[in-house]
């Protein structure tokens, strides 16, 4: 059990360290000059940085349905309160409508 434990600890480190890591390349990258080679950066450290926290969250003992749940909830939440970013560009309905289709097509696909 003990070694089960360690680790445990050791790849919540890891994921720790490469998601400072990703942080910082994905800061770097959104001040770089634009182009195609740039958009494709920023999404692979968007991708990384987002699977890394879902694998960290899981590591925790979070089950990956229940951060999807979440962040559904809080994208109706701050609908609900007129965010900022919701009433001038309407990005949390946009990224709300994306995750529920996400889950439409796993329905889908499962039969």
């Given amino acids: 059990m003990e070694i089960d434990i360690a680790n445990n600890i050791k790849a919540v480190e890891l994921l720790k360290v490469e998601m400072l890591q ?6 770097g990258d959104i001040t770089a000059e634009a182009d195609n080679e740039t958009r494709f950066r920023i999404t692979q450290d968007a991708a990384r940085l987002i ?3 879902y694998l960290l969250c899981g590591r925790l003992g979070i089950e990956y349905e229940e951060i999807d749940d979440e962040i559904k909830a809080l994208l109706r939440d701050s609908i609900a309160k007129r965010h900022l970013l919701e009433r001038r560009f ?14 439409d097509r796993y329905e889908k696909y499962e039969g």
């Avoid at 990703?22 to 800061?27: E, K, S, V």
């Avoid at 309905?93 to 889950?103: D, F, G």
Wanted: with cysteine; glycine share 8%; proline share 0%.
């Fill in 22 to 27: 990703n942080i910082t390349d994905l800061f």
């Fill in 51 to 53: 699977g890394q926290a």
């Fill in 90 to 103: 309407g990005d949390l309905s946009a990224l709300l409508a994306c995750l529920e289709n996400r889950k």
